[in-house]
């Protein structure tokens, strides 16, 4: 590690926090003592963890509720956060869709949007101009394993993660020289709330502690990180393939993955 993780700053902002990837970021990132605001839509789970994080770790907490679909809500985190000593921001909120796009609702598929990409956008542009003025930060995007090619039967879903990976690669050269370190974490299938929501059912999965683990020992020093084994595994043998053939595989691990909506038709998460 370049530096250790409370190093970064006094806090930092973990969006997605009340579950999943998210939520094991920011238990992470308090063990490291560094104090954490925890944004998500549910009051409720965000409170508990913040009491959890406060006592085991003796870091300061704040949630935050904001539904980051929508521009008030992502406007309301930037708002929330800018008078502290922020130096870190994770943004793992975000949601999955999986069927025939020709039959998928398409109100889903453009929050999906707006969330996996629009809030991205605005959080890290200005995250990115408060950290250069404070002189150092880092910045923590969820790509996916799926956002490398085209994935059928997740095709809107892989291509926000394929717009995140393509501006993290950007970032990471762009604000290196004011001493912003970015990075894109692409896990493989993790166990989470996500296949629940997607509507995928996942064989095998690597656990959200490791992907966050892993990430925050990883920041500063790569610009892509592929957590846990299955991560690596089937990252480095997709590398190996050609893009077509990539697209070849993913159709099958998709099928698999939504073989049980077929018939049923989709059914979509209406988010929001
Ligand atoms: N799990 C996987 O297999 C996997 C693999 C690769 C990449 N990823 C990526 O990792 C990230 C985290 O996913 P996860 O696996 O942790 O899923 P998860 O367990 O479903 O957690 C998603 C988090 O995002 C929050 N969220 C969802 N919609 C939101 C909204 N409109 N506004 C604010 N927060 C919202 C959820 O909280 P509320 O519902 O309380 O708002 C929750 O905290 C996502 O970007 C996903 O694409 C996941």
Request: hydrophobic residues 40%; proline residues 3%.
């Amino acid at each position: 590690m370049n530096k250790t993780v409370n190093q970064y700053g006094s806090w930092a902002v973990v969006t997605g926090a009340s579950d999943g990837i998210g939520k094991a970021f920011a238990q992470a990132i308090a063990a490291n003592g560094m104090n954490v605001f925890l944004v998500a839509r549910t009051k409720g789970q965000l409170d508990e963890l913040s009491v959890e994080l406060a006592l085991r770790y003796k870091v300061k907490t704040a949630v935050i509720v904001a539904d980051l679909s929508i521009m008030e809500g992502v406007d309301a985190v930037l708002d929330h956060t800018k008078e502290s000593d922020v130096g870190l921001y994770v943004g793992a909120a975000g949601f999955g869709t999986s069927g025939d796009f020709i039959d998928t609702s398409i109100e889903s598929e453009l929050n999906m949007v707006d969330l996996n990409c629009k809030s991205i956008v605005k959080h890290a542009q200005v995250y990115a101009q408060r950290f250069k003025k404070r002189g150092s930060g880092g910045i923590i995007l969820l790509s996916s394993l799926v956002g490398f090619q085209g994935t059928p039967r997740a095709s809107n879903y892989a291509a926000t993660k394929a717009f995140v990976q393509t501006l993290a690669e950007g970032l990471h050269v762009e604000l290196k020289p004011h001493k912003i370190d970015v990075l894109a974490v692409a896990p493989g299938p993790v166990k989470s709330g996500f296949a629940d929501r997607a509507n995928m059912i996942m064989a095998n999965t690597d656990s959200p502690q490791i992907v966050a683990q892993h990430a925050l020992k990883r920041l500063g020093k790569c610009f892509t990180t592929r957590p846990g084994f299955l991560g690596k595994l089937l990252g480095y043998s997709l590398s190996m393939t050609p893009r077509w053939g990539r697209v070849q595989i993913l159709t099958r691990v998709m099928g698999d993955m939504t073989k049980h909506n077929v018939h049923s038709g989709t059914r979509q998460h209406e988010a929001g």
